[in-house]
């Protein structure tokens, strides 16, 4: 299965300032998302980076808050802009290979992103 | 809407088998059963999945009832390794994966 290289591994923000993570995936994959974990829940899906065009958000997640890219098969980057405590969470990239319910996701360690 | 419900918690001894429960009454034909865990500090990782059929592989068996409304992930012999909050998940396609609250295992020594 792909390996899924994450960077930064966490950092520390200031209130209203922006940061682009980027993921990195040993291989070629057929689709990419991103995903946030607020601290103690679950992950919850922020948007399919989809290659060479705009991403598709899931409910509550929009462009202006959450830019995306996804130049090519094997790299994304997620940016949180004008970021508020709230924004405070772990942010993890994910890939799978195919379009098909039975194709399995990798996640990579995710970015611990702390905003003060 | 995660669409499956699952026990918040479980407990159990290390070497002994675990039984994870989950409910997905209304699964439709085509969607997948799959299962991740998320260790702490990590992101999750795969453990298993199936359609109909149960399925084994190195880390655990996956047992699917017959109508398809619930499944059970099996771990034959837990590790303190295995403490993990674990994931059922149905998926249909091209989705990403949405994800219940999962259940926190934990293992004592």
């Known amino acids: 299965s792909a390996v899924i290289s994450q960077k930064p591994s966490r950092d520390i923000c200031q209130r209203g300032t922006s940061l682009t993570i980027q993921c990195q995936v040993d291989s070629q994959v057929t689709m990419m998302f991103w995903y946030r974990q607020q601290p103690g829940q679950s992950l919850t899906l922020i948007a399919t980076a989809n290659q060479g065009s705009e991403a598709t958000y899931e409910s509550g997640f929009v462009i202006d808050k959450f830019p995306i890219s996804r130049p090519n098969l094997t790299f994304s980057t997620l940016t949180v802009s004008n970021m508020s405590p709230e924004d405070s969470s772990i942010y993890l990239c994910s890939a799978k290979q195919g379009s098909s319910g039975a194709n399995v996701l990798t ?7 702390t905003v003060l | 809407d995660a669409k499956t419900t699952q026990p918040n918690s479980m407990e159990s001894n290390e070497e002994e088998p675990v039984h994870l429960p989950c409910n997905h009454s209304t699964i439709s ?3 997948y059963i799959h299962w991740y865990r998320q260790l702490p500090s990590q992101g ?3 453990v298993i999945h199936g359609l109909t059929s149960n399925v084994n592989n190195r880390m655990a068996s996956l047992a ?3 109508d398809r409304k619930s499944s059970t992930l099996i771990l034959h012999r837990a590790t303190l390794r295995d403490a993990a909050v674990y994931y059922c998940i149905r998926r249909g396609g ?3 994966l949405t994800f219940g609250k999962g259940t ?3 293992i004592q020594p």
């Open chain 1, 107 to 113: 996640f990579g360690a995710g970015s611990r992103l």
């Open chain 2, 29 to 31: 034909g085509t969607d």
């Open chain 2, 44 to 46: 999750p990782e795969y």
């Open chain 2, 64 to 66: 699917i009832a017959e």
């Open chain 2, 94 to 96: 091209a989705d990403g």
């Open chain 2, 104 to 106: 926190h295992l934990i």
